[in-house]
């Protein structure tokens, strides 16, 4: 896993160049305010097989909120970790369970031009679980987690959010806001 000691432009390009070609998702555009507060990958000697960005600004209702967009090549186990979820060290337990797919989703995105839709991750047997809100689907054939904090800022989401791939980007990474404390995972 590699995760930088301060986000910026610099170190995000950086991450770009190592994941590639495994996509590094944003919710785009960012909000006035809002940064680019930590970014990760995790990688086997194939490459990448997930990466993580968070987003960091305020919301009127929550204050303080980080948006952690996690994608992961299935069995990878790097979305539940970032969410906090404790397991047996089984690929079934490192996947989202059961629910994803249940009935339809509580909460659509798009990623790129494809409706994507998410599904609550239950964390009640994690520790701090109710600081947290987990969601997770399906994009591109790979896991596509959020997790979000504090666990009411999955009201945000209610506004269909658009999620882009940022890893052909190019110039407009540029005028990204990077800074900000990076959240505890």
Known sequence: MRRPVAA?????AQHLRRSAPFPTYLPWPL???????????????????????????ASQLDGPVD???????????F??????LRGDG???????????????????L??????????PVSISTSPGEWDRSVLAGE???????????????VLLLRDEWIVRDVSATGP???????GGAAPAW
């Open 8 to 12: 910026s432009y610099e170190s995000f």
């Open 31 to 57: 909000g006035p305010g809002w940064t680019v507060s930590d970014f990760a990958s995790v990688s086997d000697a194939d490459g990448a097989v997930a990466t993580m960005t968070c987003v960091s600004g």
């Open 67 to 77: 948006v952690m967009v996690i994608s992961e090549e299935p069995g990878t186990g």
């Open 79 to 84: 979305g539940a970790r970032v969410a906090g």
């Open 90 to 108: 089984g690929a079934e337990r490192w996947d989202p369970g059961p629910e994803i797919g249940e009935g339809p989703p509580p909460v659509r």
């Open 110 to 119: 798009r990623v790129e031009q494809h409706p994507v839709g998410l599904w």
């Open 139 to 153: 994009a591109g054939g790979r896991w596509l987690w959020l997790v979000l904090r504090p666990a009411s800022a």
């Open 172 to 178: 407009q990474l540029v005028a990204l806001p990077f």
